[in-house]
């Protein structure tokens, strides 16, 4: 009887540990399953963009005509790129692992992702991550058991992983968002004094998010922005030890603009009734209030060199040589 019962003892001793086993390792594995694997080890990442490069890079159709027919080719054949750079790998496994769970797709659509990034070690396929603004779901195709991964500073993919020739075009592309964006109303401002005129009304804009008191709709750091080139203010700032912050536009409300600097001069000939491809805006080196003809322009801020211009009906074109400059239209 004693030995009997001395077996029983054990074997519920043994059923025991096997369960505590059990529980542990479906514990590590759940713990495992919810967290991306490690990708600094990975040797090559391809990322598809679902819409096309030009779609993914140049968000508004509008400006594609800053790009000739090459340029275009070029961007087109960025539809699919490959990064083999193991620092930058490393830099973007770093910030993939920030991601904080935040469960299963089980029962939840969402449309795919705009881009794709497979991730590979020597060949073998390690992950493959659908990735949005501020998110990533995991898996070659979205099903049920994909897992989200949340980023408050959204994941950098654009800005870490991009092509180097992506790169400068899409400074190309924000200046001629920038100039576009300084576009007149019906009221035509006083050549002498059309930047102080412009920051003005932009200081007027109002909004109100989500039920909160009416607040200005731009910063003055955000509306001293508009004026720039971000190629030239890239250049001037390594000069002026700017700083930082200041230049990636991600410093405090409250800090207070150091300089109004605007890379852009007015065609004082261009009023609110001239043809639509009247020179309204154009590229010229730093100033404030700049005004005059194309003697003011500058093809220096850009690599490839050339210089963006606003015409009169609101298109931005990207000017590369003289004999360009010299068909545009100065006088209505
Ligand atoms: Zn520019």
Wanted: proline share 5%.
């Amino acid at each position: 009887m004693r030995k009997s019962a001395a077996a029983s003892i054990g074997r519920v001793v043994w059923l025991l540990l096997l369960g505590i086993c059990l529980i542990f390792v479906l514990l590590w594995t759940w713990r495992a399953r919810n967290r991306l694997p490690d990708l600094s080890e990975c040797t090559r990442l391809e990322a598809h963009c679902r819409y096309g490069a030009m779609h993914y890079f140049f968000t508004i159709k509008e400006l594609e005509s800053i790009f000739d027919a090459n340029e275009t080719a070029y961007i087109r054949s960025c539809d699919t790129w490959v990064v083999e750079d193991p620092n930058v790998i490393k830099t973007f496994a770093q910030q993939a692992s920030q991601g904080v769970y935040e469960g299963r797709m089980w029962g939840r659509s969402v449309s795919p992702a705009p881009i794709k990034i497979v991730c590979y070690r020597a060949g073998t396929r390690v992950a493959s991550l659908q990735v949005y603004d501020g998110k990533v779901i995991t898996g070659s195709k979205i099903t049920w058991s994909s897992m989200t991964l949340r980023y408050p500073d959204r994941l950098a993919d654009r800005s870490i992983l991009e092509p180097a020739g992506i790169q400068r075009l899409r400074l190309r592309w924000w200046c001629a968002f920038s100039i576009g964006g300084l576009h007149f109303d019906d009221s035509y401002p006083d050549p002498n004094h059309w930047c102080d005129a412009v920051a003005e009304s932009l200081r007027q804009y109002r909004m109100s998010r989500g039920g909160e008191p009416m607040r200005r709709t731009y910063t003055d750091l955000q509306i001293a922005a508009m004026f720039r080139c971000p190629v030239a203010r890239r250049l001037a700032s390594a000069d002026a030890n700017e700083s930082r912050e200041e230049v990636a536009g991600s410093a405090t409300r409250d800090q207070t603009v150091r300089s109004w600097v605007s890379d852009y001069a007015m065609n004082p000939d261009c009023g609110p009734n001239s043809p639509g491809d009247t020179v309204l805006l154009f590229e010229t080196r730093a100033g404030w209030n700049q005004h005059g003809g194309p003697e003011l322009f500058t093809f220096d801020n850009h690599d490839p060199k050339g210089g963006c211009v606003l015409l009169n009906d609101g298109t931005v074109k990207f000017i590369r040589t003289k004999e360009e400059l010299a068909q545009l239209r100065w006088k209505p």
